[in-house]
């Protein structure tokens, strides 16, 4: 079999320990990858790299199409954009998977009870809070938009269900909050309603966040698959790494349509970097992902049960199990496992890969690609909110905003961090200095755009107008929120 290349960075702290522990134990079982070492990580973000990586390894890994990384530290403070995060947004990997198991020999609440988990939570990797769209509106407000997109939410939503259908799961759940946040959350969950026609055979579910997080760790092993928006995902996915022992057995794939990452979610435990004691168990458990990416079945099958051979026999690093038993360093660890090749665990074996797969060079697009949805019957402006710092009380406010109404387009509500406080409100709402106000035309009507940024430039001659948003309907539906008491 023809090697295949792959671009590898050994990333910071315990990174080149553990990626050597698992490029040794690849080698001893053949496994045909040719190694394209690239340069990535906090190191070269301080030699003046701003993405953390230099050009030539940019080009490798677009030529690639597979990153294989260990961690990498964002440094801390100077505005800097993370490292890890960068990667996942630059390459499109709309999709991270995070697969969470029992293992023998990583004792647990849920192992000592003899329950058995064995869950994927797929997480929309590019958007959300993740965009780091934020700004200073005023000295006390800051805002963070929150874009969560159809088509964004249609590719990682059809890679939860074409993975279950692959692999054999019966159940995708959907994690939200469409209670409170109905237009962001309510389109992703609209979006999981619409594609899950298309797969009859799976049963499809949806769960409120909070819900879900309390019945993870209570009943646990009745979900198989989760899909979430981005921020929801980071977070659920480290409980559920807490469920099986923590970060060090918690593998992770980001998902792209020509570029794909796989890597260890952990830290970079500089507090340990040098000493050859680092656990490679949650970077050798992502590789597993990566060779069935590769469509290389028989390696990761053959390699993942020697793991858990050697996990079953009690054989540990310094960070869990049997304090009774001495712990292995990291070439003990790895040497232990490529002992156990070619044996089975006497309990439950890996995950057997279910479908053969082929993997070829990704083509490099001519342009930036353009996601569109079918287009909408039809839309209409129907006002605009100006978002206005301002110390007055809201009566006092919307005397001056009056000054701004057109024939047509009046002032119909002041709201503060969410809360209507006029026309109607309570005098127990304690409010900042960043109001948000709607302007809007009467039911039915409509007005222009030209028109609303006249408005939004007449009510900027007296009061300080820090942002706007044009209020719209699409398919005679309102794509705007109500407030708080509205």
Avoid at 312 to 318: A, F, I, S, V, W
Wanted: with cysteine; charged share 25%.
């Amino acid at each position: 079999m023809d090697k295949i290349k792959i671009a590898v960075a050994k990333g910071d702290g315990i990174g080149p320990e553990i990626m050597d522990a698992v490029i040794h134990i690849f080698e001893a079982a053949n496994v045909p990858l040719d190694y394209q070492f690239i340069e990535m990580g906090k190191t070269f973000y301080d030699k003046g790299f701003s993405t953390g990586m230099t050009n030539e390894a940019k080009e490798t890994v677009e030529q690639l199409g597979i990153l294989f990384k260990g961690p990498m530290e964002t440094p801390k403070g100077k505005g800097v954009k993370s490292i890890n995060v960068t990667a996942r947004k630059t390459w499109s990997t709309f999709a991270n998977r995070r697969h969470f198991r029992s293992l023998n020999g990583v004792d647990t609440v849920f192992s000592q009870a003899g329950i058995p988990i064995d869950l994927t939570i797929v997480r929309e990797n590019i958007e959300g809070t993740y965009g780091g769209i934020e700004h200073m509106i005023s000295q006390d407000v800051a805002l963070c938009r929150r874009l969560i997109t159809r088509p964004g939410s249609e590719q990682v939503i059809r890679f939860a269900f074409e993975m279950a259908k692959k692999e054999g799961f019966k159940t995708v759940t959907c994690a939200h909050k469409a209670n409170i946040m109905k237009l962001t959350d309510g389109l992703f969950l609209e979006t999981f309603n619409e594609i899950a026609k298309d797969y009859p055979e799976i049963i499809a579910n949806d769960i409120i966040v909070d819900d879900l997080a309390m019945k993870l760790v209570s009943k646990p092993q009745s979900f198989e698959v989760v899909v979430l928006t981005n921020l929801q995902g980071d977070i659920m996915s480290d409980l559920c790494a807490g469920l099986v022992g923590g970060l060090g057995f918690a593998p992770s794939a980001n998902i792209g349509d020509q570029i794909s990452i796989f890597e260890a979610v952990h830290g970079t435990a500089p507090d340990i970097t040098g000493k050859n004691i680092a656990n490679p168990t949650a970077l050798l458990l992502s590789s597993f992902m990566m060779l069935r990416h590769l469509g290389l079945m028989e390696q990761a099958d053959n390699i993942e049960n020697a793991l858990l051979c050697t996990l079953e026999q009690g054989k540990h690093t310094g960070d869990f199990g049997d304090k009774n038993t001495a712990s292995l360093n990291t070439t003990d660890f790895a040497n232990a496992i490529i002992a156990n090749l070619g044996n089975k665990p006497s309990g439950p074996e890996g995950r057997k890969s279910r479908a053969t797969a082929s993997y070829s060079l990704p083509q490099k697009p001519a342009e930036q690609k353009m996601m569109q949805t079918v287009a909408r019957k039809s839309e209409k402006v129907v006002g605009i909110d100006l978002f206005i710092e301002s110390n007055l009380i809201a009566k006092d406010l919307a005397e001056i905003l009056k000054q701004s109404e057109t024939a047509d387009c009046k002032l119909i509500m002041i709201s503060n961090r969410g809360t209507q406080v006029w026309p109607s409100g309570s005098v127990f709402t304690e409010c900042i200095d960043q109001y948000r106000v709607r302007f809007e035309v009467e039911k039915g009507k409509e007005t222009s755009l030209a028109l609303m940024f006249d408005l939004a430039a007449h009510a900027a001659k007296n009061l300080l107008v820090t942002s706007t948003e044009i209020l719209r309907y699409f398919d005679d539906k309102p794509a705007y929120s109500l407030a708080q008491g509205q």
